[in-house]
Nanobody, 119 residues
Framework: QVQLEESGGGLVQAGGSLRLSCTAS????????MGWFRQASGKERDFVAR????????YYADSVKGRFTISKDNAKNTVYLQMNSLKPGDTAVYYC????????????WGQGTQVTVSS
């Protein structure tokens, strides 16, 4: 059974930093893309960033480029999202997700972790 478990959310002041973690289990993810998404209250879920599990190819939404960094630790089966220079507009539930290479949809999702940025 595939499981993605996020952690690291919380309350931070504008300009601060947080690091989210996503630990994956239940299968081999070597041919998967790992992504972070977020959903603010009353809004649709948006793409934030993704990384290839087998390499270091990364891609970011324009809204977070230069402030957020996605990375991974293969030995720990964990993907990270380092978030710096946080803004109130970054407030959302952040989700980790996995998509097999060559497919369009993310098949596996975590339960989400709340990030709240106060002004």
């Amino acid at each position: 059974q595939v499981q993605l478990e996020e952690s690291g959310g919380g309350l931070v002041q504008a300009g601060g930093s947080l690091r989210l973690s996503c630990t994956a289990s239940g299968r081999t993810f070597s041919d998967y893309y790992m992504g972070w998404f977020r959903q603010a209250s009353g809004k649709e879920r948006d793409f934030v960033a993704r990384i290839t599990w087998s390499g270091d190819n990364t891609y970011y939404a324009d809204s977070v480029k230069g402030r957020f960094t996605i990375s991974k630790d293969n030995a720990k089966n964990t993907v990270y999202l380092q978030m710096n220079s946080l803004k109130p507009g970054d407030t959302a539930v952040y989700y980790c997700a996995a998509r097999r290479a060559g497919t369009v949809s993310y098949a596996y999702w975590g339960q989400g972790t709340q990030v709240t940025v106060s002004s």
